[in-house]
């Protein structure tokens, strides 16, 4: 197997070279000098913690006349983002962020592939308080480097290892498979019927999970263009033992299948309502940051609207804490309502994907400022000055603010529940992150 690529981007002068030097060892690296079209880079080998890559210095990259730099720029973040499995931009922390870091910003927002933000020439190591400007990029949490003398560099290889890994594993597991679905849910709740009505009117194919503990099974289909793998966790339970612990297996196989999805499907059975396990393994999902839709199955067995009324209220009530779950009442026997199944998946899939421009966000943090809503302990008054999204699958955004640490369950709700109000986030759950600015 190829080794993993990691291209190094950012404007000439930031400290490219330099830094991949100092992380290329020097009297370790071997330096491709490779010939023809890829003359503008230099390749060399690299290993931290057993973990073997190579880096690709874009340094190179020779500036033409006229307005050629902003072009050359751009080719080199999109020349990264192509052919590299993930990419280091490099900003200069000395000088700030200009218009070709901005530039390079936008294409890099884009990429799926993981980048990580190092903000270089940090020379004087814990100034983490100088940091915050670079949240502007929206590219998630910068890592203070110094490439001269090194600080920070351990730390933010740690993560770029941890990340190749996750890389290599995912393309092991799913080549593109689209949205990951796992069907959860106690036995008898419905789980296979469901599967079934999901997916018998599409191709699919079915295949088992890699691995000895064959405990779901996978289903690929496209429905209306769009690729899903429904996860069944229900599947081989038949050809279990017995005497197993059912209700057990059922949940250690409901967090396997959470820890591969991007949705997860809870099927409850509306006639026994919501049970502690159900509870528990919606609780996990959450906790996990996997996106959810909410099935009262066999709803052709519940009669009268006042019977309908009050189940799906007291469900309601008791999943409160994913509030942001859609509830659909279906009969996976009839196939009734079922397809309003897809419509919950993809919205909710959308919305874990979500980006919300950072300008949206501080004009959203502006009117609450202004309606007065904050937090005090004695004299201390919470004021939050930015906001940005940090992460995606699931959204993620930090708050930057005078005391972070006065900041209560109750204010993190408020703040929650407004961003959800001012921006449709329906499916997801959304993790918030305050952090000290003065
Ligand atoms: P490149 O054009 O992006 O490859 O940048 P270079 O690696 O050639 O570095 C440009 C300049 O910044 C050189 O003078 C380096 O010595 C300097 N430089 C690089 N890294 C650091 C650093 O961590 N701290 C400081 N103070 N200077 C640095
Ligand atoms: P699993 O253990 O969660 O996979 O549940 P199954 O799909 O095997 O369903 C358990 C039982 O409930 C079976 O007898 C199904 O026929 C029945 N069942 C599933 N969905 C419905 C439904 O929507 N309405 C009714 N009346 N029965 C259902």
Same mark, same amino acid.
């Given at each position: ?24 060892? *020097? ?33 190179? %990259? ?25 990419? %280091? ?17 936008? %294409? ?6 993981? #980048? ?31 490439? &001269? ?49 999901? &997916? ?26 769009? $690729? ?23 949940? #250690? ?9 991007? #949705? *997860? ?5 509306? &006639? ?9 393994? *919606? ?25 309908? *009324? ?49 300008? /949206? ?56 529940? $407004? ?15 305050? /952090?000290?600015?003065?």
């Amino acid at each position: 197997m190829p080794l993993p690529l990691v291209a190094v981007v950012g404007r000439p002068n930031v400290g490219k070279s330099t830094f991949v030097n100092r992380i290329a060892q *020097a009297d370790e690296a071997i330096v491709h000098e490779m010939r023809g079209v890829t003359r503008d880079r230099s390749y060399h080998e690299a290993d931290w913690n057993g973990v073997e890559f190579k880096l690709v210095d874009t340094g190179g %990259i020779e500036m033409g006349d006229d307005d050629a730099f902003q072009g050359s720029i751009r080719n080199q973040a999109l020349a990264g983002a192509n052919e590299a499995d993930v990419i %280091i931009f490099l900003v200069d922390g000395k000088t700030g962020i200009n218009a070709d870091d901005e530039e390079v910003a936008r %294409i890099l927002r884009r990429t799926k592939k993981p #980048v990580f933000l190092a903000v270089n020439k940090m020379d004087t190591p814990n100034r983490d308080d100088e940091l915050w400007e670079f949240y502007q990029l929206g590219l998630g949490d910068p890592w203070p480097v110094s490439a &001269t003398h090194g600080h920070g560099t351990g730390d933010l290889l740690d993560a770029l290892v941890e990340e190749l890994r996750r890389v290599e594993l995912s393309e092991e597991n799913d080549e593109d498979d689209g949205i990951n679905v796992a069907i959860i849910g106690r036995p008898n709740a419905g789980k296979s019927s469901l599967t079934n009505r999901l &997916t018998q009117n599409e191709r699919s194919i079915v295949s088992d999970v890699a691995g000895t503990t064959r405990d779901a099974i996978d289903t690929h289909i496209t429905h209306n263009g769009q $690729r899903y793998t429904i996860v069944d966790t229900a599947g081989l339970r038949r050809k279990s033992q017995i005497d197993e612990d059912v209700e057990y297996y059922g949940f #250690v196989r409901a967090m396997r299948a959470i820890d591969r999805a991007d #949705v *997860a499907l809870l099927v409850i059975d509306s &006639t026994l309502g919501l049970t502690d396990q159900d509870q528990r393994v *919606a609780g996990f999902a959450a906790e996990r940051g996997c996106a959810m839709v909410i099935v009262l199955n066999k709803w052709d067995l519940v009669e009268g609207p006042e019977a309908k *009324a009050e189940i799906r209220e007291r469900i309601a009530d008791r999943l409160m804490f994913v509030g942001y779950a859609p509830i659909i009442a279906i009969s996976a026997l009839t196939g009734k309502k079922v397809d309003r199944i897809w419509e919950a998946i993809d919205e909710a899939y959308e919305n874990f994907n979500r980006t919300i421009p950072t300008n /949206k966000l501080n004009t959203w943090l502006a009117e609450i400022r202004e309606s007065g809503h904050t937090v005090t302990k004695g004299k201390v008054i919470l004021r939050m000055k930015y906001v940005t999204q940090t992460a995606t699958r699931p959204p993620q955004f930090t708050f930057f603010a005078n005391r972070p640490d006065v900041v209560t369950d109750n204010f993190e709700r408020f703040l929650e529940n $407004r961003l959800r109000e001012s921006f449709d986030l329906v499916g997801t759950p959304i993790k918030l992150k305050f /952090k000290k600015k003065d």
